[in-house]
């Protein structure tokens, strides 16, 4: 689902008191022209008609112009030009206080110019004008201004990736709107909904995503027949001519398409991202929805290594960027492409659309920057001091008028006027600690807020570099481990020759594996664990079993000792996996011909420990300290002569601590040496 800021505006019951009657009527027209697309001509029809009204309203003169501004806003992307009207929005809004639907005028004004502001990447401007409508809605006990307000702040922490925050704002939003039979209400309902799942799934709590899109698709479900004949009074709208239920009901799909297929149940997963795709491709649907949703029906069959079925969509995909061009589906169909000829050995051209995927991924990554380093908490916060530091100032001028007052009074009211006095001074001294505090508050939070920023962009680039030098290696050096590979079959080639063709295959590949191990430790840092709740008995199992073969090229075997009941752990199933992986694989590699690993599983009160031993050369006594190192000098070759890098048990370490768990080991020449993981019991958040 697309998530966008000021999708929609909310639309309170009997809000049509706001306007004036002859003003209703002409909007009831205009808009039916601007949702089909005649945008020149209903804003002419609207206009024209406003100069004939005879008495027009505040809430006239706002909408009036709210109409320019969403036109020129989301219809033409001219957000320059849509804050001129969103100014002359808050104008009228704010011209009679006394107007009955005050509050309701300045909300609307207010948070549409926050959203032009966002739109032009003045956060902290942005974030002014929605806490001044949430202070409306604040003090006048309006709970759809509130949600509006909590909706946003839940948009921006999903833009920033701070999901657990923005999960808590969307359930607030959706706490704070009720059914109010309105369609614009229920419109906003279903989409929060869907946003508390998507929150959810950036998590990987699969199950808890699941009910809530699920929930999401029972109330679109349950509204349409209410809604289904009735045509929404002339509002501000996200959507354009077209089935708003099919239309929500096809993004819906596509997220619980996503579930299905981490779930490993991909029938069911296509299926769904095929209806959704054939909905919201339809003209006047949601298009950008739909070409994502192909993006995301490729990635599908590119994992089952469909790759037939992959061109295919592709080549669709590549034929609707000349009309209609995402630029996230843009990134992710370069990427796409550049896996679709790895698997089938096109290096060069792979290596091609893998440069521009990286590209455009760093635009993305780029526009989004200063969006990550503006803290809205932090401003809001400041909002709020100042609000208060204003307040303390209009007290004084208030005691100051006590004080003249008490004056003239007389003498007899002497004692009044010594207590005012005492009071003013007070509360003098109050506000002068109070504004300096806050301008040393604010100067810290800036120079904290700039290194913070910079220590992430230097992370960030470091990162990149890594990960861009080994990627480049990746490809040539993969190349002449392909072509080595095709040269050892060539019948052509004397022994000296073989052999040296051998060394450079073998060469090739341990250095392919050294970049491999590079990037792990990259991706490492930087990227979000994947916790699931993992039984651990199959798991340990699994990565045991697949290790099999190469213990049998060493006539080794491997015994393991499991627990005697299911055990789970929310653990990220990739990562430990990888971690027993690597212990099973070095237990081999430094374990003699013959001999006999043994694996594990002992439980406790705090967790599990897993013991991987193995009766092998052992760990000397001065490497012991180095073993976890990264790039250590630890590193030795394997019985069979193996090549070792000494990046492996580093990975292990990190990995495990990010489980909040621990690593070690026991080792000596006689016993060989054990490895112990230790997990700890933890469960799915609620």
Same mark, same amino acid.
Request: overall charge positive; charged content about 20%.
């Given at each position: 689902m697309a998530l966008v800021i000021g999708s929609c505006k909310s639309n309170q019951k009997n809000a049509n008191e706001r306007f004036s009657p002859e003003f209703v009527k002409i909007l009831k027209h205009g808009t039916a022209l601007l949702e089909n697309h005649k945008n020149k001509e209903g804003l002419r029809y609207i206009d024209s008609g406003f100069k004939t009204l005879t008495s027009p309203t505040t809430g006239d003169y706002v909408r009036r112009h709210g109409l320019h501004y969403m036109v020129l806003r989301r219809g033409m992307g001219e957000v320059e030009k849509s804050l001129v009207y969103a100014d002359s929005m808050v104008y009228y809004a704010t011209r009679n206080k006394k107007d009955k639907y005050y509050a309701e005028n300045l909300a609307e004004a207010s948070?549409?110019?926050?959203?032009?502001?966002?739109?032009?990447?003045?956060?902290?401007?942005?974030?002014?004008?929605?806490?001044?409508?949430?202070?409306?809605?604040?003090?006048?006990?309006?709970?759809?201004?509130?949600?509006?307000?909590?909706?946003?702040?839940?948009?921006?922490?999903?833009?920033?990736g701070n999901y657990e925050l923005s999960k808590k704002y969307f359930k607030e939003s959706y706490n704070q709107s009720y059914d109010n039979n309105e369609f614009l209400m229920f419109y906003r309902r279903q989409e929060v909904?869907?946003?508390?799942?998507?929150?959810?799934?950036?998590?990987?709590?699969?199950d808890t995503a699941l009910y809530y899109f699920q929930k999401a698709l029972k109330y679109i479900n349950d509204n349409e027949p209410k809604f289904k004949k009735v045509i929404p009074q002339p509002v501000y709208r996200q959507q354009v001519m077209g089935d708003h239920f099919d239309i929500a009901r096809g993004v819906v799909y596509g997220n619980i398409a996503e579930i299905y297929q981490r779930q490993g149940r991909y029938a069911e997963a296509a299926e769904l991202l095929k209806k959704s795709i054939a909905i919201n491709l339809r003209k006047g649907n949601d298009n950008n929805d739909g070409q994502l949703t192909e993006i995301k029906l490729a990635k599908l069959w590119l994992e089952r290594n469909q790759l037939d079925s992959l061109k295919q969509i592709l080549d669709t995909v590549k034929s609707q960027f000349d009309t209609l061009k995402n630029e996230e589906a843009v990134t992710d169909w370069n990427n796409l492409m550049a896996q679709y000829h790895l698997r089938k050995r096109n290096f060069e051209k792979a290596a091609g659309y893998l440069q521009i995927y990286d590209e455009k991924k760093d635009s993305l990554n780029k526009k989004l920057s200063d969006l990550i380093a503006s803290d809205v908490t932090k401003q809001l916060a400041t909002y709020d001091n100042q609000r208060k530091i204003?307040?303390?100032?209009?007290?004084?001028?208030?005691?100051?008028? %006590?004080?003249?007052?008490?004056v003239v009074i007389g003498i007899l009211l002497l004692l009044i006027i010594l207590l005012v006095y005492r009071n003013?001074?007070?509360?003098?001294?109050? %506000?002068?600690?109070?504004?300096?505090?806050n301008e040393q508050i604010n100067e810290q939070n800036s120079v904290l807020a700039k290194a913070l920023t910079e220590l992430n962009i230097n992370s960030r680039e470091k990162d990149r570099i890594l990960r861009t030098v080994a990627h480049d290696l990746r490809n040539p050096i993969g190349g002449i481990a392909s072509l080595t590979t095709a040269m050892i079959d060539d019948a052509g080639l004397t022994s000296e020759q073989q052999d040296l063709v051998n060394l450079i295959k073998e060469t090739s590949y341990n250095t392919l594996e050294l970049i491999n191990e590079i990037m792990e430790i990259a991706n490492n840092n930087n990227a979000p664990l994947r916790m699931e709740n993992v039984e651990i008995n199959s798991l340990v199992s699994n990565s045991v079993e697949l290790l099999r073969f190469k213990a049998l090229e060493k006539q080794q075997q491997i015994e393991m000792e499991l627990l005697p009941h299911d055990k789970e752990l929310f653990i990220s199933r990739e990562k430990i996996w990888r971690v027993l992986s690597n212990l099973v694989s070095n237990a081999i590699k430094f374990s003699q011909y013959g001999s006999i690993i043994n694996v594990r599983i002992v439980e406790d009160a705090e967790g599990v420990r897993i013991a991987v031993n193995d009766r092998g050369i052992g760990i000397p006594d001065n490497l012991k300290s180095q073993i976890f190192n990264?790039?250590?000098d630890a590193k030795r070759p394997g019985t069979g002569g193996e090549k070792s890098f000494g990046l492996g048990l580093s990975i292990c370490k990190q990995i495990v601590e990010k489980h909040n768990g621990r690593i070690w080991f026991e080792s000596n020449n006689e016993h060989g040496t054990t490895f112990y993981i230790k997990l700890l019991n933890t469960s799915t958040a609620a």
């Open positions: 948070f549409s110019k926050g959203d032009a502001l966002f739109d032009l990447k003045r956060y902290a401007e942005s974030y002014q004008q929605y806490y001044e409508a949430y202070l409306v809605g604040q003090n006048t006990l309006n709970r759809v201004m509130l949600s509006e307000f909590t909706y946003r702040m839940a948009l921006i922490m999903f833009r920033q909904l869907d946003n508390i799942g998507l929150c959810y799934k950036k998590l990987y709590q699969n204003a307040s303390l100032s209009n007290n004084n001028k208030v005691q100051r008028i %006590y004080l003249v007052t008490a003013w001074k007070r509360s003098r001294a109050a %506000y002068q600690v109070v504004n300096q505090l990264m790039f250590t």
